[in-house]
Nanobody
Framework: QVQLVESGGGLVQAGDSLRLSCAAS????????MGWFRQAPGKEREFVAA????????TYADSVKGRFTISRDNAKNTVYLQMNSLKPEDTAVYYC?????????????????WGQGTQVTVSS
């Protein structure tokens, strides 16, 4: 089992950057596929980005492609989401997720472990 704690959210202006971090407990972090999802008020939780267990494969939602970058440091048990050129529509609670898999998983239902979320607010 793994526990996840997100950090790095905040209030920024459109065009700014933020880096989210997700720290995982446990000694087997490298065996987990990791993902970032987000949920805006009144909307369903949606996929943002995912990374495979060793970091070789990444995949992104079309809405963030070219602006967001997911990465991981298995030595630090941490996955990151670098968010550049932020837009007001990126405003949401961002969640980190983990699952024992070698692949980059894009479906919400594929993940068993979730963090508590971190708020990102982008003002226009």
């Amino acid at each position: 089992q793994v526990q996840l704690v997100e950090s790095g959210g905040g209030l920024v202006q459109a065009g700014d950057s933020l880096r989210l971090s997700c720290a995982a407990s446990g000694r087997t972090f490298s065996s987990y596929a990791m993902g970032w999802f987000r949920q805006a008020p009144g909307k369903e939780r949606e996929f943002v980005a995912a990374i495979s267990w060793r970091g070789a494969v990444t995949t992104y939602a079309d809405s963030v492609k070219g602006r967001f970058t997911i990465s991981r440091d298995n030595a630090k048990n941490t996955v990151y989401l670098q968010m550049n050129s932020l837009k007001p529509e990126d405003t949401a609670v961002y969640y980190c997720a983990a699952e024992t898999s070698t692949r980059a998983l894009v479906k919400l239902t594929e993940y068993d472990y979730w963090g508590q979320g971190t708020q990102v607010t982008v003002s226009s």
